[in-house]
């Protein structure tokens, strides 16, 4: 079965078949498919297969090159993690839908094609909606139908610009493209919405929180690493997004430093990781792209990490904010060891994950000598270390004490985190294994005096302040609040408009109503029933006056000729009706 | 349920503290020890990473504030 079928149509005819097994069947089958088709992607040598042609389009379900093979890899080695830490869940809605939506990732990547990328891009997006409804609680729908409304918004884009291509006679096969033209922009958007670029997006933040505790983990890795993979097969070297891809490593991490639900800190903090990745493809060299995959390759794995560390404390403790935790490392001491494994892997300290691939990128601004961009990069890394690296772990495990007690989660949770944090590690030990799978060959050494240093100085000085400022006082107090971002265009700016249109559309619907349908139908009526008497009046009193017919004489013409009107008496009509007569004889003699 | 209670020492908190003044004091040695190899000339310059990250946490931090004052709404705010 394994080799009949393309690895994204597997999940797909997994997550089918997921509802209809026994328990202990269906457990052993969500580990055992993603670590089935991670060996078959292993064991496939680069190249095309499963080509085909359909509707005069020569469609492409599995295109293994360097740069698809390193995300497929990823995607699946997360699938096992994820559903490793979902193991214990007993929702079907869930399994199947996280199935669907690793399947819809893995398409996405592995696609050859426009045709075949959009439909699985569709499905990732029905199939990750899922994932947030099953919270079954009243903001998850809310939350889950603004997101389904923003993703098919971005999916109409994308498939605009794919039609765009096609009919401009472009081939259906993905290749890289210039920023230029409406289709090519239209694409970009498409993307960049799933990628998360603001302003296109609040969508993450405002539904990711919202997802149920082991949901949050696959959301948290497919849907912009999908994106910022398809933004590096077709944009690598857009200068436009080394701009965008700072601005968006910057933007998040003032609402990061404020928000209080610990999952939201994480959204904002993945959008802030995806931009450096976004600035790694703007800038485009061998070295930025291999650090904006290998940064994608480690941000799956802590982004995961930390998601499952706040999962747990959400499943077992009922609360994500940080007002309610504080203290949970008494009795969740491996939750938080391995939550700080992930704050230091995304913090980027050496020895972990992040710093042997984000630094790839840092370099490669630096090589290309763009002085404010280093600077922005280096700002938003010493944001990372605020907000993930310390705050996270700190109002969650240590801080104020809640008196809140929960244990650690069951083994399955534990065991997930436990390897997820096991890969940050030995990637940030070991980094040869994954630079040898990268596109390009590297050429590059983290492991240097002055960048260890370096490195250690910007995030420990950066410690340093934290902890005079929480001395002081002065560190922004976590209250009970949500911070306006750009949500609310369409959330507040949404209802205004329903209003808007309600009042405004309803507001002329009802003058039409009054003015056309009442008014002027009756004028008409008027004028249509009194057309003769005033037509003729109209014509005859100026030549009345016109022969020097005056005063009463006149007015007694108006009324001759209004009665006359009224019984069809006027000397036209005589005539009228003797021609007709005239007529009639002449037809009837003839 | 077990409980660990090793930050409930006030003692503990002090000998962390302690033990990342001290790494921090190493840190600022070792920038006069190591080959710099860089990409501006700023980064040559003695302890540029420690000052840039301490101002850095700290504008982060005053801006953020600043912000907070702008943007924080009640958490029904989108209830009403």
Redesign the interface.
């Known amino acids: 079965m394994i080799s009949s079928l393309p690895p994204a149509l597997l999940f797909l005819v997994g997550a089918a078949l997921v509802p209809l097994m026994p328990r202990g069947v269906k457990k052993a089958f969500m580990l055992a498919l993603p670590l089935a088709a991670l060996y078959m992607i292993w064991q496939t040598p680069l190249g095309t297969s499963w080509s085909f042609s359909f509707l005069d389009m020569q469609l492409v379900l599995l295109k293994l090159d360097r740069l698809s093979r390193v995300f497929a890899f990823i995607f699946l080695i997360i699938s096992v993690i994820g559903f490793l830490f979902a193991l214990k869940v007993e929702d079907d809605l869930q399994h199947s839908a996280a199935l669907c939506y690793a399947g819809g990732a893995l398409g996405v990547t592995l696609a050859g094609d426009w045709f075949s990328l959009y439909i699985f891009w569709e499905i990732m997006a029905v199939a990750s909606t899922f994932l947030i409804l099953a919270s079954r609680t009243k903001a998850a729908r809310a939350a889950a139908f603004r997101y389904i409304l923003v993703h098919l918004f971005g999916g109409l884009l994308l498939l605009a610009g794919i039609v765009l291509t096609l009919s401009a006679g472009g081939g259906v096969a993905i290749g890289a493209l210039k920023l230029e033209g409406a289709a090519a922009w239209l694409i970009f958007l498409g993307i960049a919405l799933n990628a998360a670029i603001p302003p296109l997006h609040p969508w993450l933040k405002d539904a990711y929180p919202e997802a149920t505790p082991t949901g949050a983990v696959f959301l948290s890795a497919f849907t912009t690493k999908s994106a910022v993979y398809i933004m590096c097969r077709v944009f690598a070297g857009a200068e436009v997004l080394i701009w965008v891809g700072a601005i968006m490593t910057i933007f998040p991490i003032f609402y990061a430093v404020l928000e209080n639900d610990i999952r939201r800190v994480l959204s904002y903090s993945l959008m802030n990781q995806v931009g450096y990745m976004m600035c790694g493809i703007g800038i485009g060299t061998t070295l930025a792209i291999n650090g904006t995959v290998s940064h994608a390759f480690c941000h799956i794995l802590y982004k995961a990490l930390l998601f499952m560390a706040a999962g747990s404390v959400l499943t077992m403790t009922g609360r994500s904010r940080c007002t309610d935790l504080g203290g949970l490392y008494k009795t969740m001491p491996l939750t938080a060891i391995f939550c700080m494994v992930g704050s230091a892997s995304i913090s980027a300290f050496p020895l972990f994950s992040g710093f042997v691939s984000k630094s790839m990128i840092v370099s490669a601004a630096g090589l290309q000598h763009l002085t404010v961009i280093w600077f922005m990069l280096q700002f938003a890394s010493v944001g990372v270390i605020d907000h993930a690296g310390i705050k996270v772990p700190y109002f969650t495990f240590f801080g104020h004490d809640s008196g809140v007690r929960a244990s650690d989660p069951p083994w399955n949770m534990t065991w997930a985190m436990g390897i997820a944090a096991a890969f940050c590690l030995g990637i940030g030990i070991f980094p040869q294994p994954l630079y040898s799978i990268l596109p390009f060959a590297v050429d590059y050494a983290p492991y240097t005096g002055a960048h260890v240093v370096g490195q250690l100085q910007l995030l420990l000085f950066g410690a340093l302040a934290f902890v005079l400022l929480i001395y002081s006082g002065y560190y922004p107090a976590e209250i009970r609040a949500i911070n306006l971002d750009f949500d609310w265009f369409y959330r507040k700016g949404g209802r205004a408009f329903a209003r808007l249109m309600d009042r405004g559309l309803n507001g002329i619907n009802a003058a039409s109503d009054r003015w056309l349908v009442s008014d002027l139908t009756g004028a008409v009526n008027r004028f249509a029933r009194r057309a003769p008497v005033t037509i003729s009046k109209g014509v005859m009193i100026p030549l009345w006056r016109l022969v020097g017919v005056r005063g009463w004489p006149l007015e007694q013409k108006k009324r001759d000729l209004e009665r006359g009107m009224a019984i069809g008496a006027l000397p036209v009509g005589v005539g009228a009706a003797a021609a007709a007569l005239m007529t009639l004889i002449v037809f009837v003699l003839s | 349920?077990?409980?660990?209670?090793i930050?409930d020492n006030p003692a503990n908190i002090k000998r962390l503290?302690i033990a990342?003044f001290i790494?921090?004091a190493g840190?600022?040695g070792?920038?006069f020890?190591?080959?710099?190899?860089?990409?501006?000339p700023w980064?040559t310059a003695p302890?540029?990473?420690?000052?840039?990250?301490?101002l850095?946490?700290?504008?982060?931090?005053v801006?953020?504030?600043t912000?907070?004052i702008?943007?924080?709404?009640?958490?029904d705010?989108?209830d009403q």
């Not at chain 2, 702008?70 to 958490?75: A, C, L, N, S, V």
């Open positions: 349920m077990r409980e660990l209670k930050f503290l990342l790494f921090l840190l600022l070792a920038d020890l190591i080959h710099k190899h860089a990409h501006f980064e302890e540029f990473y420690a000052a840039y990250g301490f850095c946490y700290l504008l982060l931090i801006l953020a504030k912000l907070r702008f943007i924080k709404r009640r958490e705010y989108y």
